[in-house]
């Protein structure tokens, strides 16, 4: 695997290599099982598998989630090689960011950065696509790998995909979400939980599979599950919720009833630590 540290690094890896055809994953590093799944995935479909580690400021509305992000470059990089990904490019911020970040471009994703996590977490989404569109530019993969764990990120870069870098026509490959044995979605902020935070953290699973799932629940207007749902997590330890949303998968909009098509979206504190979630409900 080849260690790019900088933007020339990178163009002259992409330069040699002018057929081969590349599966791109974006992460933030603290590489746990399902950014493997996207890896193992791209490895199967492209000839060549670009990986970026990069905890990118602007996404970040909160200095300390940004200050307290794991970094485990020595024992992603193990990983990274053992799963025979051909290069990995790990950007300074001049890279990323060449004129600073006080005046970045809006990118117009259709409102989609407005709503759910966009709400609570004012300009996360720009950044997330201030950074996509800059290593997209640069990289031109194929196919680029992003988890439904974060479900909404994933209509986002689509719409970005769409919106700005339609002549590149990448292919938008979505893995699903990796759970632990008791349902918890791997995330790199588990890290930050302790162990009985993580045994806690699953009841969001549990729930849901347990409760919401339930087919007695189909005549039940989405408040008064989202209302009963939100209080058996604060009577359960958690530290708060920032929202619990039964919407339309396609508009991201709150639907009242769910016998079409539904999916719950999730953010809560637990520990001091952000979860979010999501599942479609069946
Ligand atoms: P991150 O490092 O958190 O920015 O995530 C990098 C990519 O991995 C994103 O596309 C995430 O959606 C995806 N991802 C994170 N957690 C999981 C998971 N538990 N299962 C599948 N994909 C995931």
């Given amino acids: 695997m080849v260690i790019i540290s900088n933007l020339s690094g990178l163009e002259d890896v992409l330069n040699s290599m002018e057929h081969k055809s590349i599966g791109y994953v974006p992460t933030m590093g603290a590489l746990h099982e399902g950014h493997l799944s996207l890896i193992q995935l791209a490895r199967k479909q492209s000839t060549f598998v670009l990986v970026t580690i990069y905890v990118n400021p602007t996404q970040f509305n909160n200095r300390k989630d940004f200050d307290k992000y794991p970094n485990t470059l020595d024992a992603d990089i193990r990983i990274l090689e053992s799963e025979k990904v051909d290069a990995l490019y790990v950007p300074t911020f001049e890279d990323v960011y060449p004129n600073g970040t006080d ?8 409102n989609l950065d407005l709503i759910l996590e966009g709400k609570y977490r004012p300009g996360h989404f720009q950044g997330v696509c201030s950074v996509l569109h ?41 893995g699903p979400t990796v759970r632990d044995a008791k349902g918890l979605a791997l995330s790199s902020r588990n ?4 162990i009985q935070g993580i045994e806690r953290a699953s009841f969001l699973y549990q729930y849901v599979h347990n409760q919401i799932m339930h087919s007695q629940f189909k005549n039940e207007d989405s408040r ?21 949303i039964i919407a339309d998968p396609n508009t991201l909009k709150p639907i009242s009833d769910f016998n079409s098509q539904a999916r719950i979206f999730i953010a809560v504190f637990l520990e001091g630590v952000r979860l979010i979630d999501n599942f479609e409900l069946l």
């Fill in 103 to 110: 005046r970045l471009p809006y990118f117009d994703i259709n």
């Fill in 134 to 174: 800059r290593f997209i530019s640069l990289i031109k993969p194929a196919k680029l790998y992003l988890g439904e764990k974060d479900f909404q990120q994933v209509k986002v870069v689509d719409t970005l995909l769409k919106n700005y870098l339609n002549e590149l026509d990448v292919d938008l490959v979505v």
């Fill in 191 to 194: 890290k930050n939980l302790s």
């Fill in 224 to 244: 008064q599950i989202e209302l009963r749902f939100n209080e058996f997590l604060l009577m359960n330890g958690f530290d708060s919720v920032d929202y619990i």
